[in-house]
């Protein structure tokens, strides 16, 4: 039988200097969020820039190690609102 670990864990509310912080890849904005929710485009600050890297992608800027399958695809197209 092996004895758990014990790790102390503190957490300070109200400190902002805690708070995770995430540098934009694309536009190199560093931005910082609450809870990660507040942040689906995570590590994009925006889905403007999201969408900046996943042009990159598929314009061939960056190397992929596997070719999209069609069904990648069908997934992205999915998520595009009604009407
Ligand atoms: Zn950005």
Known sequence: MVPAPFFSITISGGNEGNLPTYECPICEKLFKVDRPED????PFCSERCKLVDLGRWLDGT???SE?????????????GPQG
């Open 62 to 64: 960056y190397r992929v």
């Open 67 to 79: 070719p999209l399958k069609p069904e990648d695809l069908e997934e992205l197209s999915e998520e």
């Open 39 to 42: 942040a689906p485009f995570r």
